[in-house]
Every structure is written in structure tokens, then in C-alpha cells.
């Protein structure tokens, strides 16, 4: 498998692909935009991480100017329904720094912005790619410094009821609103009736 290539940068298409001669072969890249747009001039040394993918009718190299990236990639890929294009299109409009933020925050509007991502695959990306990355620290909201932190099975619990209200045809506020009111609790079930009756009495 292919970690890495250093050579010529021979060519850059349109839509971010690289050709990069390493001992007189010329290798085809698929990368991000930013990615590309860091390889340099053509005919300059270029060096750049590989995701290497072999499958049954192509092997296709995928290229990323730092190691987080490519990493953060490969996570991507690892997600149920992910493949390599929308993981490439994640990364082209989100760094992997924001990409986590978003997920640590559980902000899915912001995994919205990629094209193709609607609310059910962003809430689905947000339950598995918290297992998958490595999150930082999200501060706490005023008044709740030292609250203990929520259980990941309360995360889980949470993000079944943001899919069940998106069913429902709620807007992504009245979501946001209400679930940061909803108690602590596991049980997916009696924090949606909980999160109805809010809304209910919201609307009256």
C-alpha cells in the first residue's frame, strides 16, 4: 500500500486532481482543493499523504497535504454511507480542526453545508464519527460550569430524538431549542415525549 509520494508535481486538473512523477511514473491524485492549491507550481517537489483504496475494479490514490487530514479521511470513509467522493467534499469545505468542533458540538447545520449531506446523514455522521475522531473539549453553556458531563449513551439518546423531531418536520431552531431544555436521561423514548410537550406548549 502507498503512504505517501514525493516527486514532480506534472499536473493539476480543475477538479483537484494531481498527477505526481515519483522515478519517471506518474501517479493521479484525487485530492481536496486545498490540498491541491498547496502542491506549489508545476514542476516543483511536491510531497503528499496517501490513502491508498484497492478495490475490485480500481486502485485510486487519494492525497492530502498533512497527515490530520488523511487521517481524518480515513474516519470519514469508515462511516456508514460514507465514501470516498463525500468524504472528499466534506474536507473541501470543512477543516478537520471545524469538522470536529461541528461533531463535538453536535452541529448539524454546519455538516449540512457539504453538498449532499442532508439532516438524516448528519445526524447519522455525528453518532459515529464521535467514536471515530478525536474530539476536543467543548466549553460548557453559562450557567452550568460543573455540571457533570453527559454520558455518550445520552448523546446517543439525544441525536435519535433530533432525527425523530426532523421526521416530525420541526425546524432546525425549535430542534437546537429544545433539546438543549430537555433533563439528562438515556431513554430516547421519554425525552421525545418530553421534547413534544415542550413543543406543544411552545406552539399554544
Known amino acids: 500500500m502507498i503512504g505517501s509520494l514525493r516527486g514532480e508535481l506534472l499536473a493539476r486538473t480543475p477538479d483537484a486532481e494531481l498527477v505526481v512523477e515519483v522515478s519517471g511514473v506518474g501517479y493521479r ?17 511536491v510531497f503528499v499523504h496517501i490513502s491508498h483504496i484497492v478495490r475490485e475494479d480500481a486502485q485510486t490514490l487519494y492525497g492530502f497535504s498533512t497527515l ?4 481524518t479521511f480515513e474516519a470519514l470513509i469508515g462511516s456508514r454511507g460514507v465514501g470516498p467522493s463525500l468524504a472528499l467534499s466534506i474536507l473541501a469545505v470543512h477543516h478537520p480542526d471545524a469538522l470536529r468542533r461541528a461533531v463535538a458540538e453536535d452541529d448539524v447545520d454546519m455538516l449540512c453545508l457539504v453538498p449532499g449531506v442532508g439532516p438524516k446523514t448528519a445526524v447519522r455522521m455525528l453518532v459515529e ?3 471515530r475522531l478525536d474530539l476536543p473539549e467543548v466549553e460548557a453553556p453559562p450557567g452550568t460550569e460543573g ?7 445520552h448523546d446517543d439518546a439525544r441525536n435519535d430524538v433530533r ?11 425549535e430542534i437546537r431549542g429544545v433539546l438543549a431544555e430537555l433533563p439528562a436521561g438515556d431513554d430516547a423514548g421519554l425525552l421525545l415525549r418530553e421534547a413534544l410537550r415542550r413543543l406543544a406548549g411552545a406552539a399554544a
Request: hydrophobic letters at 45%; aromatic letters at 2%.
Open 163 to 173: 432525527a425523530a423531531l426532523d421526521e416530525l418536520g420541526y425546524g432546525t431552531e
Open 147 to 153: 455540571l457533570a458531563a453527559v454520558p455518550a449513551a
Open 129 to 131: 464519527l464521535k467514536s
Open 68 to 71: 490530520d487530514e488523511r487521517r
Open 29 to 45: 491524485v484525487q485530492a481536496t482543493p486545498r490540498t491541491a492549491a498547496a502542491a506549489g507550481l508545476l514542476g516543483s517537489e
